[in-house]
């Protein structure tokens, strides 16, 4: 079992959806939470990190759930901008360990 | 400049060669790392560094060494390089450091090395 797993996409959605990225992650003593964003040829970049008591960042909330090693990304009012691929990070005792990641395509 | 800077950005060399990608850093962090990139694999862990002295093995270390020269280098070998190694070649540094606050963990990333072993 992978240690990151995130939903395999890809997700092709129209202009002005709401979509929701979903990862689980194994190792119970994982510290601290991100969510990248990856455009094509291009480095990862963080989007947002991921906090126990939930955060947003505009059209983007990140969720922590601590109990069930899960960890949520919710994008509102989608964005031709927003395609891209969509990493789920967490951060060990030692390393960062990345997901497969989400490729997400939003079409006018 | 780019704070994280990787060279070389391309690479095709053949089965068997020697390969060092290098990487150097601006952001005086003291953690660094290599991930590779293979489609639906996303980035894999290869060596990481917490200072000049400490190298750790990530998940795929085998077929690759790593040298920490200084504090802001960290290069990357393929001793003989194989097909199987082509893939996409990511530095990155962290501001992680214990017992120093604000910091947030963010990871930044050099522009990549995209290496063709044929």
């Known amino acids: 079992r992978k240690e990151v797993e995130q939903d395999p996409g890809p997700f092709n959605v129209p202009e002005g959806a709401t979509v929701a990225f979903n990862c689980t992650y194994s190792?119970?003593?994982?510290?601290?939470f991100f969510w990248y964003r990856q455009d094509c040829r291009k480095e990862p970049k963080l989007l947002m990190s991921v906090y126990s008591s939930g955060n947003e960042d505009g059209r983007f909330t990140a969720q922590l759930n601590r109990a069930s090693q899960y960890i949520s990304l919710l994008i509102r009012d989608s964005k031709l901008s927003d395609s891209a691929t969509y990493l789920c990070v967490v951060n060990g005792q030692s390393d960062m360990r990345f997901g497969a990641g989400t490729r997400l395509t939003v079409k006018p | 400049d780019a704070d994280v800077t990787q060279t070389p950005r391309n690479r095709i060399t053949k089965t068997g060669k020697r390969i060092m990608l290098e990487c150097s850093q601006t952001k005086g962090h003291d953690r660094m790392y290599w991930y590779r990139q293979d489609p639906g694999l996303g980035l894999r862990l290869i060596y990481y560094s917490f200072d000049v002295k400490d190298i750790n093995k990530g998940e795929i270390s085998d077929g690759y060494s790593v040298s920490r020269q200084a504090q802001a280098k960290f290069s990357l070998s393929l001793e003989s390089a194989i097909p199987n190694q082509t893939a996409l070649y990511f530095c990155?540094?962290?501001?992680?450091?214990?017992?120093?606050?604000?910091?947030?963990?963010?990871?930044?990333f050099g522009e990549g090395s995209r290496l063709t072993v044929l």
């Open positions: 190792n119970s003593a994982s510290q601290s």
């Open positions: 990155a540094t962290s501001d992680l450091q214990s017992g120093r606050a604000g910091n947030t963990g963010e990871l930044f």
